[in-house]
């Protein structure tokens, strides 16, 4: 979900992001091969899923803040309306391996673009991971709007970790989510061509288990804003 700063505020604010809530689903294919000293990871990612009252998000926030006695959110009225989204993307990821202290550094670059009438976007970067069994896992874990299936690991006996940090550029040709919606009039920012994130982060594997903390620094999305969002995230992942 989405907000503005103030949530207290019933009426629109026309200076601050849309109000937003956001459900989807996705389904990733990675590609992985070792060439010329050089370990390859093609991804591609669809998301499908809807923007609007029918993702739940208004009665998810006023429920959980009711929980924890916290502010009561009073402008969802203004939210986007009900709009099906459908999204794509591909990412190439290029990283070097390099022995340090009884421990593995993994470093490269990045490109890929995402297209669809949440996100359209193009984008480069380039990662860093340092740890311990990095051969049964790939990439670094994302934050939208950046595609997931960017990270990925292979179940297997025993423990590893790794602690990343990376740096990504996206150029913004469209954001739903700053923009407003597609085929209806609605609330919407000034969104930025330009948009970048700095983010480092750990990862543990267990057996079929893996969870993973971020820390994200991202430049501001949209004209109106003013100053630098921080936020982090924690992914759960197992396989089935």
Do not use: C
Not at 11 to 34: C, H, M, T, V
Not at 129 to 140: A, K, N, Q, T, Y
Not at 180 to 189: I, L, P, Q, Y
Request: cysteine-free.
């Amino acid at each position: 979900m989405y907000t503005p700063e103030d949530i207290e505020v019933e009426a629109l604010i026309k200076d601050d992001r849309p109000y937003a809530g956001l459900l989807f689903g996705g389904i990733s294919l990675l590609s992985e091969r070792e060439h010329g000293g050089l370990r390859l990871a093609d991804s591609l990612h669809i998301d499908v899923g809807i923007v609007g009252p029918a993702s739940g998000a208004e009665v998810g926030q006023r429920n959980f803040h009711e929980l924890i006695a916290a502010d009561k959110p009073r402008g969802w009225d203004n939210q986007l309306d009900n709009e099906p989204v459908i999204n794509f993307g591909y990412e190439r990821a290029w990283f070097m391996k390099q022995n340090f202290s009884g421990l593995t550094i993994e470093y490269g670059p990045s490109a890929g673009f995402a297209l669809g009438n949440l996100y359209t976007y193009a984008s480069g970067g380039l990662g860093f991971r340092l740890g311990e069994g990095l051969d049964r896992s790939f990439g670094i874990p994302s934050v939208a709007p950046a595609q997931g299936g960017q990270s990925s690991f292979r179940r297997d006996q025993g423990f590893s970790w790794y602690v990343f940090a990376a740096v990504e550029g996206r150029y913004m040709a469209h954001n739903l989510l700053l923009d407003g919606n597609s085929f209806e009039d609605s609330h919407s920012v000034d969104s930025r061509e330009w948009v970048g994130d700095a983010q480092v982060g750990a990862a543990l594997t267990w057996d079929r288990w893996q969870i993973a903390y971020t820390y994200l620094w991202r430049s501001e999305e949209f004209e109106e804003k003013d100053g630098v969002d921080q936020f982090g995230s924690i992914v759960l992942s197992t396989w089935l």
